[in-house]
């Protein structure tokens, strides 16, 4: 078996981590062991982590869809491709996570060894992040329906979206 | 306390040596990742976005409910401050070295004592910061979470049910915590057993890096040790962790060091008196000459080797020796050689001043 760092040199050392009570056996070649290893010790110059994310992200991003195309799908609230995302490591804006959604999966489970947060919760946002997920779908379906040029029905769910907005702006207060 | 009396002090209330397991443990510092909901990331964020987070951090912190429960806390752009004058707040950990690029869309928030710190831009929004001496990772974590959520009653942070705090980098994602202690590890190194113990401490899920933070060596023998995962525990939970190796490293430091004044006492003994020899007498001292000694003091003043000298002046010492420090006490740019007498004369300076006032 190949080393799975460099894909190249025959894997001879086992690497143990633990994350998260998760445990993750990386089998590496003897030079790749090595430089993992001075990472985390921090004896070396840190292996740049937005390459590595990045890294990984691309290649997730590329599967499901075949190679992806000139930067691949923008988000639509601050216009970052996935493509400036893989070059970057960095998400543009809390949409990001909405819109590129459960492809960003495996980059946490990598990160954090799970995708589900257990912290803490803000008293005010907390409460209104319900609604704001539900008016978020029905935007959704909104513009589903105008494409589909269902206009009556489109007047149902933006009825809809006007009603909670109004709620979440109570809660606001 | 201004802004400007803090870049023209090296001391600040983190390098007071009051903290417990002080003669280990230098530092302990907390920081959250908080970004507002509805504004895109600080690497996207144009100049007026810029801006109106800037306003809502100052009608959050200036305050008078704000200022009644955390003290004064004031917000300065960048911009206001000198080159030097930014390169000091980094120098004294109060600031990362990423608030200098792009300066004109970044700020600080600072209180007096500058216990608290909130960075504006960085590579969020919002990265509260609080630093106490010794090992006070709870003290820390408890000062950030009433800022933050008094921040919270103005500011809507862009959260999601699942992900929690959601932040620029995805390594920050969920608690958006990232705890730290800063470890002086002198002895551990001399019985050449820092790989073993830094080695195991990878393993844990944390991370062990230099002093001055990622991508720097371990000069002086000081260590930073900080929780790489942020997503799937609670902040206590990781504090827990963190709290509890540190504790092991400070039990196996223990050892080493009455280890070594067991078996090499004259020789631990011989390099703390020429330390101190070297740092109050020389005229010309280096940068890495400096921090390297100032590790060999320390290790004596931990141990009672020297007496006279408080830890928390050399841990001043370590921040004031560098190099922005150094130009702003001149008030002019110096030349390689200028820079290492004036720092050789800024060390005698502060150690005689103790031997003569006892």
């Given amino acids: 078996m190949n080393c799975e760092r460099c894909q190249e ?19 590496l070649c003897e030079q790749c062991a090595r430089a993992v290893q001075a990472e985390s010790f921090g004896f070396l110059p840190q292996m740049n982590l937005h390459n590595f994310l990045a890294g990984l992200f691309s290649n997730h991003m590329a599967s499901p869809f075949g190679p992806s195309v000139a930067g ?30 459960e492809r ?4 946490f489970r990598r990160l954090h060894g799970t995708n589900q947060h257990t912290g803490k919760v803000p008293e005010r946002t907390g409460g209104k992040v319900k609604l704001s997920k539900q008016i978020d779908r029905l935007k959704v379906k909104l513009r589903e329906a105008i494409s589909r040029e269902e206009f009556e029905q489109a007047a149902k769910i933006r009825d809809q979206i006007r009603d909670l907005e109004k709620e979440l702006a109570r809660e606001g207060d | 306390m201004s802004i400007k009396e803090t870049v023209n002090s090296s001391h600040s209330h983190w390098m007071e040596a009051g903290g417990p397991e002080a003669d280990i443990v230098v530092s302990s510092r907390v920081r959250a990742a908080r970004n507002l909901n509805g504004l895109p990331f600080p690497h996207l964020l144009s100049e007026s976005d810029a801006r109106q987070v800037f306003h ?35 120098e004294k950990h109060l600031i990362s070295p990423d608030l200098l690029e792009n300066y004109q869309k970044k700020a600080v928030v600072l209180r007096d004592d500058e216990v608290i710190s909130i960075m504006v831009n960085e590579e969020d929004h919002l990265r509260l910061q609080s630093i106490l001496p010794g090992l006070q990772l709870k003290e820390a974590w408890e000062m950030i979470n009433g800022i933050d959520d008094s921040l919270e009653k103005t500011m809507d942070y862009a959260y999601d049910e699942n992900l929690g705090y959601l932040t620029a980098c995805p390594t920050n994602v969920g608690t958006g915590l990232r705890a730290s202690v800063m470890l002086h590890l002198p002895g551990l ?3 050449n057993r820092i790989r073993d113990v830094l ?6 899920g944390l991370t062990v890096r230099g002093m001055y933070g990622e991508g720097t060596d371990a000069s002086g023998n000081l260590f930073q040790l900080s929780n790489q995962v942020t997503l799937g525990q609670t902040e206590e939970d990781i504090i827990a962790a963190l709290i509890a190796v540190t504790g092991q490293i400070v039990s ?31 005229r010309i001292m280096s940068s890495e000459e400096a921090v ?25 010492l370590m921040v004031a020796i560098r190099p922005a420090f150094l130009v702003k006490r001149a008030g002019r740019d110096l030349t390689a050689l200028a820079r290492d007498v004036i720092r050789a004369g800024l060390i005698r300076e502060k150690l005689n001043r103790i031997k003569y006032d006892k």
């Fill in chain 2, 199 to 204: 080695g195991s401490v990878s393993k844990l």
């Fill in chain 1, 9 to 27: 040199r025959p894997a001879v050392v086992h690497l143990t981590e633990i994350i998260n009570n998760k445990k993750r056996v990386l089998r």
């Fill in chain 2, 292 to 316: 390297k000694l100032l590790s060999d003091l320390r290790l004596g003043a931990s141990l009672k080797i020297v007496d006279f000298i408080p830890l928390s002046l050399i841990t001043e």
């Fill in chain 2, 56 to 90: 809502s951090v100052r009608l959050a912190v200036e305050n008078r409910e704000f200022a009644g429960k955390f003290g004064r806390l004031e917000l300065t752009e960048m911009s206001e401050l000198t080159p030097v004058e930014r390169q000091i707040l980094v």
């Fill in chain 1, 104 to 107: 960003l999966d495996p980059v």
């Fill in chain 1, 72 to 101: 691949g799908q923008k988000c639509p609230n601050c216009g970052i491709s996935e493509g400036q995302f893989a070059k970057s490591g960095l998400l543009g804006c809390g949409e990001c996570y909405r819109h590129f959604g």
């Fill in chain 2, 252 to 282: 196996s430091e223990r050892a080493a060091r009455e280890a070594l004044m067991r078996e090499r006492r004259e020789h631990i003994e011989d390099s703390v008196g020429r330390a101190y020899g070297l740092l109050s007498h020389a």
């Fill in chain 2, 189 to 191: 190194v001399l019985i």
